[in-house]
Structure formats: C-alpha cells, structure tokens
C-alpha cells in the first residue's frame, strides 16, 4: 500500500511562498490522481488542488487559483504544491492524498 508523506510547511508572512512536497512510498504514483487537501482549525476538509498521472491535468479550487501550482515527478514518486502570495487565509494543515491513503500532513501558517 501506498504511503504518503508530506514536507515543506512552515511560518511565512503574508505574499510569502512554500513549496510542499509529498513523498510516495511502497508504490508508484503514477497510476493515481494525486491531491492537495487542506483543513483549517475548526473548519471541514477541503480541496485545493489535483493532478493526473499522464498526461498530467491539473484542477484546482477557486480559492486558489493563479496562486497555487500542483505538479509531479513521476520518477521521483513526489507530488509538489508550490504557493504564492500566501494569505492568513490559507493557514491549515495541508494533507496530500491518492483519494485512497492520506499522509500525516504538513502545517502551514501564514501570519498577516
């Protein structure tokens, strides 16, 4: 079974950038579409962003868009989600996902 593993979170001010990273073990993503989810504090999970294995489409949340980037690299078994102009909105822990296993998730904290 696939297992995930998320990297890159940290603090950032407010129009700062991250990268994240998901690290895929046990198994070969490219056969799964592969996500981004976020949760903020006492808010649902939600969606941010997806990617197909090949060719590679992506999809991402209104919320996000023009701000947000997802891609892969499929031989390193990663999945990237880089973010732009970051707002204290998009403060969550940020979960990436086969739709069938989830990794622990990574936090990110914008401050204003």
């Known amino acids: 079974q696939v297992q995930l593993g998320e990297s890159g979170g940290g603090l950032v001010q407010a129009g700062g950038s991250l990268r994240l990273s998901c690290a895929a073990s046990?198994?070969?993503?490219?056969?799964?579409?592969m996500a981004w989810f976020r949760q903020a504090p006492g808010k649902e999970r939600e969606f941010v962003a997806s990617?197909?294995?090949?060719?590679?489409?992506?999809n991402y949340a209104d919320s996000v868009k023009g701000r947000i980037t997802i891609s892969r690299e499929n031989g390193k078994n990663t999945v990237y989600l880089q973010m732009s102009d970051l707002k204290p909105e998009d403060t969550a822990v940020y979960y990436c996902?086969?739709?069938?296993?989830w990794g622990q998730g990574t936090q990110v904290t914008v401050s204003s």
């Open positions: 990617i197909s294995g090949s060719p590679a489409y992506a």
């Open positions: 996902s086969n739709y069938l296993t």
């Open positions: 046990g198994g070969a993503i490219i056969k799964y579409v």
